[in-house]
């Protein structure tokens, strides 16, 4: 799980990521299987539809992270590809202070695929099947 300062777009771009040198940001690793995510969901718009089913903290702010307005599902812990991608706080973001954890709450990441998108195998099977006062997404 990725956090942006910008959105990525449709190729991942990876230019806006926030800042891990020294500011107590990293990315966090998330299992794709049925613990840390919801079992699929089929939903009206003939989709399927998955949620976090964990809370996790990202870091503390030790230095300015600016504001994060988007986040991504990323296959490497630097670089890599963009699975998926959504905004936060409808693109408008958080900025943290300083000493502020920075915690995803459960069900707050949300990915619904287009049933063309869902019967993409290698795409699900990555996703879904396979292996101080917080500021809460």
């Known amino acids: 799980l990725a956090l942006f300062t910008s959105d990525p777009g449709i190729a991942g771009s990876t230019a806006g990521e926030v800042n891990?040198?020294?500011?107590?940001?990293?990315?966090?690793?998330?299992?794709?299987?049925?613990?840390?995510?919801?079992?699929?969901?089929?939903?009206?718009?003939?989709?399927?539809?998955v949620d976090n089913t964990f809370a996790q903290t990202i870091g503390t702010v030790t230095a300015t992270w600016g504001t994060f307005t988007h986040w991504g599902l990323m296959d490497a812990s630097t670089g890599g590809n963009m699975w998926y991608?959504?905004?936060?706080?409808?693109?408008?973001?958080?900025?943290?202070?300083?000493?502020?954890?920075?915690?995803v709450d459960i069900g707050a990441l949300d990915i619904t695929l287009a049933e063309s998108l869902w019967l993409f195998p290698p795409l699900i099977n990555t996703l879904m099947r396979n292996s101080v006062d917080p500021i809460h997404l």
């Open 20 to 49: 891990p040198a020294g500011t107590g940001y990293a990315r966090k690793s998330i299992a794709a299987n049925t613990t840390q995510w919801t079992a699929p969901a089929t939903v009206a718009s003939n989709g399927r539809n």
């Open 85 to 103: 991608r959504g905004d936060i706080n409808g693109g408008a973001g958080f900025n943290p202070s300083i000493g502020t954890s920075v915690v």
